[in-house]
């Protein structure tokens, strides 16, 4: 790792010499240890993702959820210490339910955004307080604009809008697949739907997995669309694994092929090695 | 022996919760002494792609009239109004609120207003403080969600979308007209005229409305006030 902290990281209200709050980019670390979590906007939706180690084999299946409902029209994905994520959630549930009665209509995307991300930032100003170790992807939707949005709040308070974004462990790799998605093209018609978008997900997701040094894992997914009727819901479980038998099939199709587009895939896997 | 002494009056007790009116309106019963009231008619109607706000201009406090031209239309934000009716001081204060917490929306959110959010805003405050409040409002506007809307909110706090709405004191004398002539689908200047000759209908037998008629049209592209003065208008006084 860099520069230790030498004194200057023993609270989130200390800077060091060279302008950096060492708790915070801590806090980042311990996002970085955790599972996969994704966001993709579509051109009609947008699809969250979250790899969830199993830690223990007596967990019961489906529980334990990573991706929170926290409106009709929103949802967040959790990555990092799930208790963090639960308080991030908590406060969201709020803000959206204050919102609506206040001025009674669906809270914006990019308010709700705001609000959270000033929330998380509030914990790295105090010395009494530590950060969030807990990033959330926001899926949301506005109701007035008729347009949806994939926002990522960090542990230091900062909220970006994104086309595709990762958190957790492999979120290195998982930015160069997304990358390469179609997602951000001038025409946004071109873009890929949320059906190609869960696909893709849970392709990335199986990528990055190595079946021998990995925990064995399940994998939750949400999205937000027109076919979801603009509602944050879980993928239906057969799409999922559809998805997966799918994302299989063409990991295990590109590690024989020797063909240009796969050349990436290769790459990846000696890298690993 | 003292019971034969006691004689049943011949007068008639009123029983001791007895509606007292002393021969004052529900009105002015509810004012403070002195306050101003609004006794009005207020009205608006949304056509095709806006809305006609109107509203007569008479405040008074009791049978005198404090003011004869005022105005009663009052903008929230740039395309959302509201008449007011009831307590002059109470809608006064309803709208600079509503204003105020409209503007800091708009700069928060970084779009303007709805006028489902404007109406939602004075609700909360009208039926969170009721008891202490005797004000009747009709939030009208355009905003590209919705077009043209208009939200009725009478005195105890209920916020109901109506195709077109009439409030305050004369409105009640009107009701059957307004009914009869209002038709759906309207343009801009058939809502214009029955806003018109509806609030000249309410004027002449209300005695709390008078004076000139005061519209506001509110359309996409801006809001244009009109003003009928009282010797012009479509039904005489």
Same mark, same amino acid.
Request: charged content about 25%; some cysteine; hydrophobic content about 30%.
């Given at each position: 790792?860099?520069?230790?902290? =030498?004194?200057?990281?023993?609270?989130?209200?200390?800077? =060091?010499?060279?302008?950096?709050?060492?708790?915070?980019?801590?806090?980042?670390?311990?996002?970085?240890?955790?599972?996969?979590?994704? /966001?993709?906007?579509?051109?009609? /939706?947008?699809?969250?993702?979250?790899?969830? $180690?199993?830690?223990?084999?007596?967990?019961?299946?489906?529980?334990?959820?990573?991706? %929170?409902?926290? *409106?009709? %029209?929103?949802?967040?994905?959790?990555?990092?210490?799930?208790?963090?994520?639960?308080?991030?959630?908590?406060?969201?549930?709020?803000?959206?339910?204050?919102?609506?009665?206040?001025?009674?209509?669906?809270?914006?995307?990019?308010?709700?955004?705001?609000?959270?991300?000033?929330?998380?930032?509030?914990?790295?100003?105090?010395?009494?307080?530590?950060?969030?170790?807990?990033?959330?992807?926001?899926?949301?939707?506005?109701?007035?604009?008729?347009?949806?949005?994939?926002?990522?709040?960090?542990?230091? /308070?900062?909220?970006?809008?994104?086309? /595709?974004?990762?958190?957790?462990?492999?979120?290195?790799?998982?930015?160069?697949?997304?990358?390469?998605?179609?997602?951000?093209?001038?025409?946004?018609?071109?873009?890929? *739907?949320?059906?190609?978008?869960?696909?893709?997900?849970?392709?990335?997701?199986?990528?990055?997995?190595?079946?021998?040094?990995?925990? $064995?894992?399940?994998?939750?997914?949400?999205?937000?669309?027109?076919?979801?009727?603009?509602?944050?819901?879980?993928?239906?479980?057969?799409?999922?694994?559809?998805?997966?038998?799918?994302?299989?099939? !063409?990991?295990?199709?590109?590690?024989?092929?020797?063909?240009?587009? !796969?050349? *990436? !895939?290769?790459? !990846?896997?000696?890298?690993?090695? | 022996?003292?019971?034969?002494?006691?004689?049943?009056?011949?007068?008639?007790?009123?029983?001791?919760?007895?509606?007292?009116?002393?021969?004052?309106?529900?009105?002015?019963?509810?004012?403070?002494?002195?306050?101003?009231?609004?006794? &009005?008619?207020?009205?608006?109607?949304?056509?095709?792609?806006?809305?006609?706000?109107?509203?007569?201009?008479?405040? +008074?406090?009791?049978?005198?009239?404090?003011?004869?031209?005022?105005?009663?239309?009052?903008?929230?934000?740039?395309?959302?109004?509201?008449?007011? +009716?009831?307590?002059?001081?109470? &809608?006064?204060? #309803?709208?600079?609120?509503?204003? @105020?917490?409209? +503007?800091? #929306?708009?700069?928060?959110?970084?779009?303007?207003? &709805?006028?489902?959010?404007?109406? @939602?805003?004075?609700?909360? #405050?009208?039926?969170?403080?009721?008891?202490?409040?005797?004000?009747?409002?009709?939030?009208?506007?355009?905003?590209?969600?919705?077009?043209?809307?208009?939200?009725?909110?009478?005195?105890?706090?209920?916020?109901?979308?109506?195709?077109?709405?009439?409030?305050?004191?004369?409105?009640?004398?009107?009701?059957? #007209?307004?009914?009869?002539?209002?038709?759906?689908?309207?343009?801009?200047?058939?809502?214009?005229?029955?806003?018109?000759?509806?609030?000249?209908?309410?004027?002449?037998?209300?005695?709390?409305?008078?004076?000139?008629?005061?519209?506001?049209?509110?359309?996409?592209?801006?809001?244009?006030?009109?003003?009928?003065?009282?010797?012009?208008?479509?039904?005489?006084?």
């Amino acid at each position: 790792m860099a520069s230790s902290g =030498s004194g200057y990281d023993l609270s989130a209200s200390t800077f =060091s010499p060279d302008g950096r709050i060492f708790q915070v980019e801590y806090a980042s670390k311990a996002v970085n240890n955790a599972g996969t979590a994704l /966001g993709l906007k579509c051109r009609n /939706g947008v699809v969250l993702c979250v790899e969830k $180690p199993l830690l223990n084999k007596m967990l019961l299946p489906n529980s334990n959820r990573r991706i %929170h409902t926290v *409106d009709t %029209h929103s949802g967040i994905a959790i990555t990092g210490f799930v208790s963090d994520g639960r308080q991030i959630v908590n406060r969201a549930r709020e803000e959206c339910s204050n919102y609506e009665e206040t001025y009674g209509t669906k809270v914006p995307p990019t308010v709700l955004g705001d609000r959270l991300a000033a929330y998380v930032h509030y914990f790295t100003l105090h010395g009494s307080l530590r950060p969030f170790g807990a990033t959330a992807l926001l899926a949301s939707y506005d109701t007035e604009t008729k347009e949806h949005c994939l926002q990522m709040i960090e542990p230091s /308070g900062v909220s970006y809008k994104y086309f /595709g974004c990762a958190a957790g462990k492999g979120r290195q790799p998982a930015k160069t697949e997304l990358e390469k998605l179609d997602i951000n093209k001038p025409d946004r018609g071109e873009n890929i *739907d949320v059906r190609e978008g869960v696909k893709q997900l849970a392709r990335i997701i199986h990528l990055l997995h190595e079946e021998g040094k990995d925990k $064995p894992f399940e994998l939750e997914m949400s999205w937000l669309c027109e076919e979801s009727g603009w509602e944050h819901k879980g993928v239906p479980r057969d799409l999922i694994k559809e998805a997966v038998e799918w994302a299989k099939k !063409d990991i295990a199709e590109a590690e024989e092929s020797e063909s240009e587009e !796969d050349d *990436d !895939d290769d790459d !990846d896997e000696e890298m690993n090695e | 022996m003292s019971y034969m002494n006691q004689s049943q009056p011949n007068t008639h007790q009123p029983y001791a919760n007895a509606y007292q009116h002393d021969g004052k309106s529900a009105e002015t019963r509810n004012l403070k002494p002195g306050e101003l009231s609004t006794g &009005t008619t207020i009205m608006a109607i949304p056509f095709e792609n806006g809305v006609v706000l109107g509203a007569d201009s008479r405040v +008074s406090t009791g049978t005198y009239v404090a003011n004869r031209v005022s105005d009663k239309v009052a903008q929230l934000h740039d395309r959302i109004w509201c008449c007011r +009716s009831g307590s002059a001081a109470d &809608t006064q204060a #309803l709208t600079d609120y509503v204003r @105020h917490y409209l +503007s800091q #929306l708009a700069i928060e959110t970084g779009r303007a207003p &709805t006028v489902k959010t404007a109406a @939602h805003l004075m609700r909360r #405050l009208c039926y969170e403080n009721k008891d202490n409040l005797m004000a009747g409002v009709i939030v009208g506007g355009w905003d590209p969600v919705e077009k043209g809307s208009v939200y009725n909110i009478p005195l105890g706090g209920t916020c109901i979308k109506m195709p077109f709405a009439i409030g305050g004191s004369g409105s009640t004398y009107i009701y059957g #007209l307004v009914d009869s002539l209002y038709k759906e689908g309207m343009g801009e200047e058939e809502a214009k005229q029955l806003v018109k000759k509806s609030i000249s209908h309410a004027m002449a037998r209300d005695g709390s409305s008078g004076g000139v008629i005061r519209t506001v049209v509110v359309k996409e592209d801006g809001n244009t006030r009109e003003y009928i003065p009282g010797n012009e208008l479509p039904f005489g006084p």
